[in-house]
């Protein structure tokens, strides 16, 4: 209801703008053919160029335009996304910023990766509270040169999570997937050398030693902050997802990545928006990730 009420109508409006740059896009390149056609059929020389230039202002000022296009379609949407969200019982307080990023040291903070990547860019940044639980989140797209080829590779692109339990908690762990663990291996050894063993026989959850590999601090009660209904919900979280996901813990900080190779609700250009399936998507990819806080919010 909210979709058809609220979000479809703006989908209109953004989809008319897209349809107005495209004609506009098509009758450029006519002209332009036609132009061409006429400098070969009667060589009309300077005066083509002369012809020419308004043209090229025009096309200038639709590649601006397009790109303006592309910058407004995913807060309009978003905006109205959190306005319905702000309205759900658990949630409160959530406000999207497009340009702001997750701060690269909270990415660096959560011993996850390896501790200042080469190349870090985030956006699409969001805030808000679950539960009692504060929470931001945003696109981050990391690389790190590789130690194999002396090139930048990806080590990380996906929404990145932190939060703040409400409640004292002391201990530092990293859960990493365990199918990927050898690809990940320079940043397990760096954890390592931070003081971190593993703790994998501290987990009696099997299903979960079979999906993620655990580290912690020594000296840390990893069962006091990975209880056996957290260890249940990320397990089921796990399994409805093809993508890795990350989790760590440093005392009352909490860290969530899940990876994913696209751009959430960025616009398509030469074809329509106007789609339920393009907005219950990056919706349900959202609500997931809120879900996972409220689990932690709710098992601690």
């Given at each position: 209801?909210?979709?058809n009420?609220t979000i479809?109508?703006?989908?209109?409006?953004l989809?008319?703008?897209?349809?107005r740059?495209?004609?506009?896009?098509?009758?450029?390149?006519?002209?332009v053919?036609?132009?061409?056609?006429?400098f070969?059929?009667f060589?009309?020389g300077f005066?083509?160029?002369?012809?020419?230039?308004?043209?090229?202002?025009?096309v200038?000022?639709l590649?601006?335009?397009?790109e303006?296009?592309?910058?407004?379609?995913?807060?309009?949407?978003?905006?109205l996304?959190?306005?319905?969200?702000?309205?759900?019982?658990?949630?409160?307080?959530?406000?999207?910023?497009?340009?702001?990023?997750?701060?690269?040291?909270?990415?660096?903070?959560?011993?996850?990766?390896?501790?200042m990547?080469d190349?870090?860019?985030?956006?699409?940044?969001?805030?808000?509270?679950v539960?009692e639980?504060a929470?931001?989140?945003?696109?981050?797209?990391?690389?790190?040169?590789?130690?194999?080829?002396?090139?930048?590779?990806?080590?990380f692109?996906?929404?990145?999570?932190?939060a703040?339990?409400?409640?004292?908690t002391s201990?530092?762990?990293a859960?990493?997937p365990r199918?990927?663990?050898?690809?990940l291996?320079?940043?397990v050894?760096?954890?390592?050398?931070?003081g971190?063993?593993?703790?994998?026989?501290?987990?009696?959850?099997s299903?979960?030693?079979?999906?993620?590999?655990v580290?912690?601090?020594?000296?840390?009660h990893v069962?006091g902050?990975?209880?056996?209904?957290?260890?249940?919900?990320?397990?089921?979280?796990?399994?409805?997802?093809?993508?890795?996901?990350?989790f760590a813990?440093?005392?009352?900080?909490?860290?969530?990545?899940?990876a994913?190779?696209?751009d959430?609700?960025?616009?398509?250009?030469?074809?329509?928006?106007?789609?339920?399936?393009?907005?219950?998507k990056?919706?349900?990819?959202?609500?997931?990730?809120?879900?996972?806080i409220?689990?932690?919010?709710?098992?601690?």
């Amino acid at each position: 209801m909210f979709y058809n009420t609220t979000i479809r109508p703006e989908l209109y409006r953004l989809e008319r703008k897209r349809l107005r740059l495209v004609r506009g896009i098509f009758a450029s390149l006519i002209v332009v053919v036609v132009l061409l056609i006429s400098f070969v059929v009667f060589d009309l020389g300077f005066l083509v160029f002369l012809l020419a230039m308004p043209i090229i202002f025009y096309v200038g000022s639709l590649y601006f335009r397009i790109e303006k296009f592309r910058q407004a379609f995913k807060p309009a949407i978003i905006s109205l996304l959190m306005e319905f969200l702000n309205d759900a019982p658990n949630y409160r307080s959530l406000t999207y910023d497009a340009k702001h990023p997750i701060g690269r040291d909270r990415f660096e903070r959560s011993g996850l990766f390896r501790p200042m990547p080469d190349a870090y860019y985030a956006e699409d940044y969001i805030k808000g509270i679950v539960g009692e639980m504060a929470f931001e989140m945003g696109e981050a797209y990391v690389r790190e040169i590789s130690a194999s080829s002396n090139r930048l590779e990806v080590v990380f692109s996906g929404l990145f999570v932190h939060a703040n339990f409400n409640e004292p908690t002391s201990g530092q762990i990293a859960v990493w997937p365990r199918r990927n663990i050898r690809r990940l291996k320079r940043a397990v050894d760096a954890y390592v050398s931070d003081g971190g063993i593993n703790a994998d026989i501290e987990i009696m959850n099997s299903g979960f030693r079979e999906e993620f590999t655990v580290y912690a601090e020594s000296g840390t009660h990893v069962a006091g902050i990975l209880t056996p209904p957290m260890q249940d919900a990320l397990l089921d979280f796990a399994r409805s997802q093809e993508q890795d996901i990350f989790f760590a813990v440093h005392n009352q900080d909490l860290f969530i990545g899940v990876a994913h190779d696209y751009d959430m609700l960025e616009p398509q250009f030469f074809k329509s928006n106007l789609s339920f399936a393009i907005i219950r998507k990056f919706y349900s990819d959202i609500t997931l990730m809120l879900g996972v806080i409220s689990d932690f919010d709710q098992t601690h």
